[in-house]
């Protein structure tokens, strides 16, 4: 076993993306040797500076992937795991009792089941008091067709549990399409045909305009013990997914928001890190629930510059059981993906018809001086780039380029 000195690693694994970089670099910044586990060999979190150990996991999400991370506890010592990934969340809280000298930071599975199902969650926040949009989940055909005569369209089609129904779909050789938008009755029978051969339907959920506004949290002993949030500038895709674009926004703002979704929280009986995403219409100043995860959130980074250090607070409070010793938090800073603006200026300057949103405002001038503008203000950050920590976009580049 490698001798880590006198502080215990923390394994970090899902290291492919811009969120387990971030982890990496936070906690190895905070001096904590991390273990970095990837599952592909070109994972960008591989040539991160900040990584003491490089490993592959071979064999994720079976007895033998368990197997697997025993025998890296067992090479490096005792010490801390933090997942990324939803699927990863759940076989590790399956095998919480099963990996050895490593401990897994994981909410309670009740907990993350209830998350995971969108219809539950939004029923939760309905009871704080959290404005959810309108939403149905038809059972059968019957059902289908009451929808399409009742319902107020336009609506967005989400799956309730994507994980738990893409392998059913697959089966049947259809597409898993997380968000999928229909303004018409007409439209919505059509897209609800698709999936009569397997008897499921997504949920049938109001369209709400606006822009995403993340909070987030370090729930721990039903306290919220750091908060952090931001307003998202530019989406992929462009009429709403992940942030390609966030702005940090100061706490003094959307405060009672910020009450009503750490009451969610505490009703769930969440412990560690949670985003509640809302949809915010600034000429109505209404905030619609669309969802919680219960994980690590594709913005990471932005917190991570922040001094947010929701990374370090898993690894000492959900560890350990010690507060660490924060920073106070900057919230002047912007985070952006250049690679995903890139896809999102293509498809809005020369693709505006594969906008599936109708309401979305095409802009292009406005977009393309954003796009260079950003280059020259100081206070923007990226998701991987960083003159600390080069390599990991280096081979982020090659990754895009395939070689």
């Known amino acids: 076993m490698t001798d880590m000195q006198s502080v215990a690693p923390c394994y970090v694994l899902g290291i492919e993306t811009q969120i387990g970089l971030s982890l990496i670099r936070e906690l190895g910044e905070a001096g904590i040797p991390v273990i970095g586990i990837a599952t592909e060999a070109n994972a960008i979190g591989l040539q991160s500076r900040y990584l003491a150990h490089g490993e592959i996991l071979r064999q994720p999400r079976t007895d033998e992937g368990v197997a697997e991370l025993r025998s890296f506890g067992e090479r490096y010592g005792r010490g801390y795991l933090l997942t990324v990934s939803e699927a990863n969340t759940s076989w590790l809280i399956d095998n919480r009792a099963h990996l050895g000298l490593i401990t897994p930071l994981l909410p309670s599975k009740d907990a993350f089941a209830l998350v995971l199902d969108k219809a539950r969650t939004l029923e939760a926040a309905e009871a704080v008091g959290i404005d959810v949009p309108r939403s149905a989940s038809p059972a059968d055909w019957a059902e289908v067709e009451a929808l399409a005569r009742d319902f107020r369209f336009p609506a967005v089609l989400k799956w309730s549990d994507p994980n738990a129904v893409a392998a059913t779909l697959g089966a049947q050789g259809i597409d898993l399409v997380k968000a999928e938008y229909v303004y018409t009755a007409d439209e919505f029978l059509k897209v609800a045909e698709r999936?009569?051969?397997v008897g499921q339907w997504p949920l049938v959920?109001?369209?709400?305009?606006?822009?995403?506004?993340?909070?987030f949290f370090f729930m721990h002993r039903g306290q919220a013990v750091r908060r952090f949030q931001h307003l998202r500038i530019a989406e992929w895709p462009p009429e709403g997914g992940?942030?390609?674009?966030?702005?940090?926004?100061?706490?003094?703002?959307?405060?009672?928001?910020?009450?009503?979704s750490i009451r969610l929280l505490q009703d769930i009986g969440w412990d560690g890190v949670a985003m509640v995403e809302y949809r915010y219409d600034p000429a109505s100043g209404r905030a619609?629930?669309?969802?919680?995860?219960?994980?690590f959130w594709g913005s990471f980074p932005l917190a991570m510059y922040?001094?947010?250090?929701?990374?370090l607070l898993a690894y000492s409070l959900q560890g350990q059981g010690r507060m660490p010793d924060l920073p106070p938090q900057d919230d002047t800073?912007?985070?952006?993906?250049?690679?995903?603006?890139?896809k999102r200026l293509r498809r809005i300057l020369l693709q505006p018809g594969q906008i599936r949103d109708r309401t979305f405002q095409v802009r292009p001038l406005h977009e393309v001086l954003r796009f260079v503008g950003d280059f020259l203000r100081p206070?923007?950050?990226?998701?991987?780039?960083?003159?600390?920590?080069i390599k990991p976009f280096i081979r982020d580049v090659r990754n895009m380029l395939g070689i």
């Open 379 to 389: 206070s923007v950050r990226y998701y991987v780039w960083s003159l600390k920590d």
């Open 288 to 295: 619609v629930l669309m969802e919680v995860n219960g994980r």
């Open 333 to 342: 800073l912007r985070c952006r993906m250049v690679a995903t603006e890139l």
């Open 242 to 260: 992940f942030s390609s674009v966030c702005d940090a926004v100061p706490l003094e703002q959307f405060v009672p928001l910020q009450e009503k």
């Open 306 to 311: 922040c001094g947010a250090g929701f990374g």
């Open 205 to 215: 959920q109001e369209y709400c305009a606006g822009v995403g506004l993340g909070q």
């Open 195 to 197: 999936y009569r051969q």
